[in-house]
C-alpha cells in the first residue's frame, strides 16, 4: 500500500492518510529506529489500559524511513475547531482540564519515568543552564515520585473532538508520575512566547495577558476536579521549564530562563 494525501506535518514526523481507517506517521530520516519502537510500544500499552488514544497497528519503512500505522481518529482538533468557533473557548479549556485528571487516572509500570525524563533533557541543557543544572536536578529528586500515566505535551492542539469524544493523539512524549509535572507542561505551552514562522515577535508579547488568563482557567478547572494543591504544580514549573530548554523551540529560551532564574531565587 503506497502513503495517501498529507494530514499534518511535525517537528519529527509528518502523517500521511493510510488506507481508509489508518494513518502513517512517517519520521524524519535520522530519527532512530529504537525511538520509533519504543514509541509504538508505549503507544500499545496506553491503549490497552483503555486511554483514549489511537491504537496502535505496526511498523513500516516507506521510501528509506521509518513509519507507524494508526488507527485514524476521525473528527478535528479542539483547536482546530475553536478557529471557526471561537465561543467554544471558554468550554474546551474547561474540557482540556478533565480530560487531562481522567488520564492522570490511568497508570502502567512500562512507561518511562517523569523523573529520568526531565533529569537527562535537563542535563543536555547544561551548556545553557551551567551551574544551575545540577542544581534543579537535585530539586527535582525532592518531588513526589507519582505513578499517573502523563501525555507530556497535552493542549488543545493533541485533542481531537471525534464523535462527541474526547481522544489524546502524539504520545511521543508520555511518562509516568506526578500529574502536578504534567499540569505544569500544560501550562507553559498554553503560555508560550513562541509564535509560528513568519508572524512578528510582537504578536507573542501582545498575547502574554490572554494566555495567562487561559492558563489561570484551565489551573482553576484541573484544580477543581483533581483537588491538587496550587503550590504542588508550582513546584513542578522550575524543573519543567528546564527541561523544555531542551526543545530548542524559537523565541523561548530567554522566557525560560526567567522562570528559571526567578523559581532559583525564591
Not at 42 to 71: H, T, W
Not at 133 to 154: N, Q, R, V, Y
Request: aromatic content about 8%.
Amino acid at each position: 500500500m503506497e502513503k495517501g494525501e498529507l494530514l499534518g506535518k511535525g517537528m519529527t514526523a509528518d502523517v500521511y492518510k493510510w488506507g481508509q481507517d489508518e494513518v502513517l506517521k512517517l519520521y524524519k530520516e535520522g530519527y532512530r529506529e529504537e525511538w520509533i519502537k519504543q514509541e509504538a510500544a508505549i503507544g500499545r500499552k496506553i491503549n490497552e489500559v483503555g486511554v483514549p488514544s489511537p491504537a496502535v497497528f505496526d511498523m513500516v519503512e516507506i521510501d528509506g524511513r521509518k513509519g507507524i500505522i494508526l488507527q485514524r481518529i476521525f473528527g478535528k482538533s479542539m483547536q482546530a475547531i475553536l478557529e471557526k468557533e471561537p465561543w467554544r473557548f471558554h468550554s474546551f479549556v474547561q474540557q482540556l482540564a478533565g480530560f487531562q485528571h481522567k488520564i492522570h487516572k490511568y497508570s502502567n509500570e512500562g512507561l518511562p519515568s517523569q523523573k529520568e525524563k526531565y533529569s537527562q533533557a535537563i542535563a543536555l541543557s547544561s551548556g545553557i543552564l551551567g551551574k544551575k543544572a545540577k542544581m534543579i536536578i537535585d530539586f527535582l529528586d525532592t518531588l513526589p515520585e507519582g505513578d499517573s500515566i502523563c501525555h507530556g505535551d497535552l493542549y488543545l492542539g493533541n485533542i481531537i473532538v471525534s464523535n462527541d469524544k474526547l481522544v489524546a493523539i502524539d504520545w511521543s512524549g508520555v511518562y509516568r508520575g506526578d500529574p502536578s509535572g504534567d499540569v505544569a507542561r500544560t501550562c507553559l505551552i498554553i503560555n508560550s512566547p513562541a509564535v509560528p514562522p513568519g508572524i512578528p515577535d510582537i504578536v507573542g508579547t501582545m498575547s502574554a495577558f490572554p494566555k495567562w488568563m487561559t492558563c489561570q482557567l484551565y489551573l482553576n478547572e484541573y484544580r477543581r476536579a483533581s483537588k491538587a494543591k496550587l503550590e504542588n504544580l508550582d513546584a513542578w514549573m522550575l524543573p519543567v521549564a528546564a527541561a523544555r530548554l531542551r526543545s530548542r523551540i524559537p523565541g523561548e529560551e530567554k522566557w525560560l530562563m526567567e522562570i528559571i532564574d526567578e523559581r532559583l531565587k525564591s
